[in-house]
């Protein structure tokens, strides 16, 4: 009887790590997220979180922009992590905040999902 629910156990530990992310070993090249001004001005982005990817690889903005990310996983548990701006964005929630620095900042999955977690990147361009 032990033996049955170790292994009942073992098997529900995999299933669960296996289905962090899931997905195929597609890849896709998408093109950069079109930025929409919010009421307050800011401009606003849906950053989509799926299989190994996410929806656009940059996101362009000016310098000064007042900037409001909203990560939407349609796929497995992700969030983001905006190197250079230490600004993290959860599941199905919103950051905002000011781009006041210019250069290449990249943006990477921060949670652990699977074999692919390595390939979420994208970059943030403040011009």
Same mark, same amino acid.
């Given at each position: 009887m032990k033996k049955w629910l170790g292994?009942?156990?073992l098997m529900l530990a995999l299933a669960l790590v296996a289905s962090g992310c899931g997905g195929s070993g597609d890849k896709k090249e998408s093109a950069s997220s079109p930025a929409v001004s919010d009421e &307050?001005?800011?401009?606003?982005?849906?950053?989509?979180?799926?299989?190994?990817?996410?929806?656009?690889k940059e996101?362009?903005?000016?310098?000064?922009?007042k900037v409001s990310i909203t990560l939407k996983n349609t796929q497995g548990n992700h969030a983001?992590?905006?190197?250079?701006?230490?600004?993290?964005?959860? &599941?199905?929630?919103?950051?905002t905040f000011v781009a006041d620095k210019a250069g290449e900042f990249n943006f990477?999955?921060?949670?652990y999902c699977g074999k692919g977690?390595?390939?979420?990147?994208?970059?943030?361009?403040?011009?």
């Open positions: 292994i009942s156990s &307050a001005g800011a401009n606003a982005i849906t950053l989509e979180a799926k299989n190994f990817e996410f929806n656009t996101i362009k903005v000016k310098k000064g922009d983001v992590h905006i190197e250079g701006y230490d600004k993290t964005i959860k &599941a199905n929630a919103t950051v990477i999955c921060s949670i977690h390595d390939d979420m990147v994208g970059k943030l361009i403040v011009e």
